[in-house]
């Protein structure tokens, strides 16, 4: 957050601002939900939890539905409106997750139940300014 000030990736209006807040604090929660599989150290346990977060009424399944309905609502384009933000970098975390299979037991093929995170997911991926920064 304190970064996307310095930058055009946090709205300037309060209310903008307060989506972007919203979104971020969506994805904090999603992060938690794979938190105890993380530490895990049984891969059939971890493989367990897994498989049990992105049944239908797992958490991580609700995550991502929820998140889904947080971006229509704002219009689809980008997470929180027309206009790429922090909320959508926090969000790329939790997709790249996904279809990079870093969380074991999740195929990457889950994230197409969300087209429109999917969607996000490779805009963000495709923008080379993103990732070719010099730091």
């Not at 946090?10 to 969506?26: C, H």
């Not at 704002?74 to 990079?100: F, P, S």
């Amino acid at each position: 957050r304190y970064g996307g000030k310095f930058s055009s990736l946090s709205p300037a209006s309060p209310y903008e601002a307060l989506k972007v807040d919203e979104a971020l604090d969506g994805v904090s929660d999603g992060m938690l939900c794979v938190v105890d599989s993380l530490r895990e150290k049984d891969m059939a346990k971890k493989l367990q939890m897994r498989k049990e977060l992105i049944a239908p009424e797992g958490n991580l399944r609700k995550f991502f539905a929820s998140m889904q309905r947080l971006m229509a609502s704002n219009g689809g384009a980008y997470l929180c409106g027309a206009d790429l933000t922090i909320a959508d970098l926090a969000m790329y975390t939790m997709t790249a997750a996904v279809r990079d299979k870093f969380l074991d037991g999740v195929p990457p093929e889950f994230l197409d139940d969300f087209p429109l995170l999917a969607n996000l997911h490779m805009k963000l991926a495709s923008m080379k300014e993103l990732w070719e920064m010099d730091y």
